[in-house]
């Protein structure tokens, strides 16, 4: 932060973004979950069987858990964490830093998580309804028996 960002901004901060937490629900047709539910764990499958386990020259086991630990963990961060810049107050055109507000940098930094984490949304929301979806059956499975 700068000295300017500091003196102009002290007293009266400009609005912030925020970070949301929750479960994100599908309101699609049950086949539509499925589909897109095995879609995305045959893609993530696919990227852990092609990425941490293809045996490259010194590529041991213990790097492709850990790698795909890293995967699965940033599957479960983009599908808890929802970062809302509040785009208002995102600087000079949405992109160039105003040097008077330190406010709008931290909007920055949240538009920017937003963006890191938008493929793995992508990928973990139809994998966790896909499994609502199977438990619902199964519970419906065993109260019909």
């Known amino acids: 932060m ?7 901004e002290m ?9 949301e937490r929750g479960h994100y629900r599908l309101n699609w047709p049950r086949i539509w979950i499925i589909i897109a539910g095995l879609s995305s764990l045959l893609f993530v499958g696919f990227v852990i069987y092609i990425g941490p386990f293809n045996r490259f020259l010194h590529f041991d086991t213990i790097n492709a858990v850990l790698l795909t630990g890293l995967i699965i963990s940033y599957l479960l961060v983009s599908y808890y964490i929802y970062p809302k810049p509040n785009l208002d107050n995102l600087g000079f055109l949405g992109f160039i830093d105003n040097p008077f507000r330190y406010t ?19 990928l973990a929301i139809p994998i966790v309804n896909l499994w609502f979806i199977l438990i619902a059956l199964k519970n419906e499975k065993n109260t019909i028996d």
């Open 104 to 122: 709008d940098d931290i909007n920055r930094y949240l538009l920017w998580s937003q963006i890191i984490l938008f493929p793995g949304k992508i």
């Open 11 to 19: 007293n009266n901060p400009g609005p912030t973004g925020d970070f």
């Open 2 to 8: 700068s000295m300017f960002e500091w003196l102009f």
